[in-house]
């Protein structure tokens, strides 16, 4: 089992800078291929970003792509979102998820609670 938990979250203004982060607990960190959702308002969760066991592999959707970067910190259980030039359309809930594999495939096995982006025009 493995326990997620996001922070970074809130509420910032059309091409401003933030950093999401997820810590993780409970089984080897470094095993755990980790990624990142987002669901807005009366849309389905969709796929944002991902990283492999060791950040050597990272995967975004094309709607992010070369705004936002994925990375982690095996040392301290921790993966990152960092989002920047962030626009209007980006404001959802904002989930990490765990896959126990050392690359990414879907579904994940596990997943946080998510955090609140709100991106102000």
């Known amino acids: 089992q493995v326990q997620l938990v996001e922070s970074g979250g809130g509420l910032v203004q059309a091409g401003d800078s933030l950093r999401l982060s997820c810590a993780a607990s409970?089984?080897?960190?470094?095993?755990?291929?980790m990624g990142w959702f987002r669901q807005a308002p009366g849309r389905e969760r969709e796929f944002v970003a991902a990283?492999?066991?060791?950040?050597?592999?990272?995967y975004y959707a094309d709607s992010v792509k070369g705004r936002f970067t994925i990375s982690r910190d095996n040392a301290k259980n921790t993966v990152y979102l960092q989002m920047n030039s962030l626009k209007p359309e980006d404001t959802a809930v904002y989930y990490c998820?765990?896959?126990?594999?050392?690359?990414?495939?879907?579904?994940?096995?596990?997943w946080g609670q998510g955090t609140q982006v709100t991106v102000s025009s």
């Open positions: 998820a765990a896959r126990r594999s050392r690359y990414w495939g879907t579904p994940p096995d596990y």
């Open positions: 409970g089984r080897t960190f470094s095993n755990y291929a």
């Open positions: 990283i492999s066991w060791s950040g050597a592999n990272t």
